[in-house]
Structures are given as C-alpha cells and as structure tokens.
C-alpha cells in the first residue's frame, strides 16, 4: 500500500501562483509514476500532469500550455505541482495519484490505484 498526503493549496488571485505537494510514504519503492487529477464541482476528474518516477518524463493535459511544471524529489518521496499564471476556471479539488503498475501511458486515472485526499485550489477573478 502506498499512502499519499497532499498540502499547499489556497485561494490566489488569477495570474497568480500556487504549489501543491504530494508526500508518498508505504511501499514507496512500487511506485511507478505519479500523477496530478483536478475535480471542478459538477464536472469529471481530468488528468493535469504526471511524471515516472525513475527516469522523470513529464507528460501534461494541453490546457496546461507551459503554466504547470511537475516535479519529483525522489529522496523525500514527494511530487510537486508548481501553478503560474492561475485562471479562474482552474478552480477544483486537486488529487495526487499513484501508479505501481508499469504502463506506456499514464495519463489515464484507470492506472492509479493510490490517491490522496485532494486540496482545494480557488482562484478568484
């Protein structure tokens, strides 16, 4: 089992700019990637980023556009999520996700069998 903790969400102003972490503990060693899901009230969980764990490519959901970087710090078993250039419709719950399957694509919420709680991520107008 792997257990994730989110923290770092807010309220900003558009334009403005948040970090989301994401603290794995368990079987840490398992996990294969990482990734990022949003939740906006009355819509579906949508992919935002992910990245494996060894190796670190990224991949990103295309209304990203260069605004969210996804990282990892593999000695402190956590995942960041840097937020620039914050718009209002990124308003949403924000899940951390883990996968310790091996997969060719990890942009589909089916691979990730952990999650965190989500932290809620408001950004006004």
């Known amino acids: 089992q792997v257990q994730l903790v989110e923290s770092g969400g807010g309220l900003v102003q558009a334009g403005g700019s948040l970090r989301l972490s994401c603290a794995a503990s368990?079987?840490?060693?398992?996990?294969?990637?990482m990734g990022w899901f949003r939740q906006a009230p009355g819509k579906e969980r949508e992919f935002v980023a992910a990245i494996r764990w060894s190796g670190g490519l990224t991949y990103y959901a295309g209304f990203v556009k260069g605004r969210f970087t996804i990282s990892r710090d593999n000695a402190k078993n956590t995942v960041y999520l840097q937020m620039n250039s914050l718009k209002p419709e990124d308003t949403a719950v924000y899940y951390c996700a883990a996968a310790d399957q091996i997969a060719i694509t990890i942009t589909t919420m089916r691979l990730y069998d952990y999650w965190g709680q989500g932290t809620q991520v408001t950004v006004s107008s």
């Open positions: 368990g079987r840490t060693l398992s996990i294969y990637a």
